[in-house]
């Protein structure tokens, strides 16, 4: 099973709104990572975790919480968003924190903003 | 907000003829690079790899081609098909696992 699942698809939130993504791999891999991408741009790191604890965080603003509750699952907590936040966020996750460890990524949770 | 009038550079090919996807990288200390793939609707794939000891690697059907004095990275696929259509980004690592994504190119085939 090489697959990122992530849920759900697609998501609308007022600003006012506290919602959660929710992403589940079953690969055994231990860095899991969260993406912010706008349309027609790359993907943007937002979140790494390496064995379960938090590693990297890109300046990211504190209406954007993440979890790991295991080693199979990260979550995205959303409270207070702005419309500007709204875009494509991608898990994903590899073996681990080695130079040549391919990434598999999610499909992706499309969010809206309102 | 988002840039308005941001256009990914792309490159239209004719089903079964052979592209050409370039990306110029930034730090000459990156030494592992990738391509991925990106479906309409989905996230990015691997395709492929090249550390930079290499300066050629063939998979099937791409070949991902290194010019470290131009610190240039180019992804050829032969014989492209409708299905090949996406964008593409290159990524450079260069001593840390976290890959920095390039622009990207967006690949339309006409059948």
């Known amino acids: 099973?090489?697959?990122?699942?992530?849920t759900p698809k697609h998501l609308v939130m007022g600003m006012t709104n506290k919602k959660s993504l929710k992403?589940?791999?079953?690969?055994g891999h231990r860095a899991m990572y969260w993406y912010k991408q706008k349309a027609k741009k790359p993907p943007e790191l937002m979140f790494v975790y390496s064995y379960e604890k938090l590693s990297i965080n890109e300046s990211v603003p504190s209406r954007f919480s993440p979890e790991c509750p295991n080693s199979s699952l990260l979550n995205l907590h959303l409270h207070a968003l702005q419309p500007?936040?709204?875009?494509?966020?991608?898990?994903?996750?590899?073996?681990g924190a080695v130079l040549t460890?391919?990434?598999?990524f999610g499909p992706g949770t499309r969010l809206t903003v309102l | 907000g988002e840039s308005v009038g941001l256009h990914l550079p792309t490159l239209s090919v004719q089903e079964g003829d052979n592209s050409i996807i370039n990306?110029?990288?930034?730090?000459?200390?990156?030494?592992?690079?990738?391509w991925y793939k990106q479906e309409s609707g989905k996230g990015p794939q691997f395709i492929i790899d090249i550390r930079s000891n290499m300066d050629k690697r063939q998979g099937q059907r791409?070949?991902?081609?290194?010019?470290?004095t131009v610190k240039h990275l180019s992804l050829q696929i032969a014989a492209t098909q409708p299905g090949d259509s996406a964008v593409y980004f290159c990524a450079e690592k260069g001593g840390s696992y976290i890959p920095t994504f390039g622009r990207g190119t967006s690949l339309i085939v006409h059948p």
Request: charged share 15%; with cysteine; net charge negative.
């Open chain 1, 84 to 95: 500007e936040d709204s875009a494509l966020y991608l898990c994903a996750s590899s073996q």
């Open chain 2, 23 to 34: 990306c110029a990288y930034s730090n000459s200390a990156s030494d592992y690079f990738i």
């Open chain 1, 1 to 6: 099973d090489t697959e990122v699942t992530q």
């Open chain 1, 23 to 27: 992403c589940e791999q079953h690969m």
């Open chain 2, 62 to 68: 791409v070949t991902v081609l290194l010019n470290k």
């Open chain 1, 101 to 104: 460890d391919t990434q598999y």
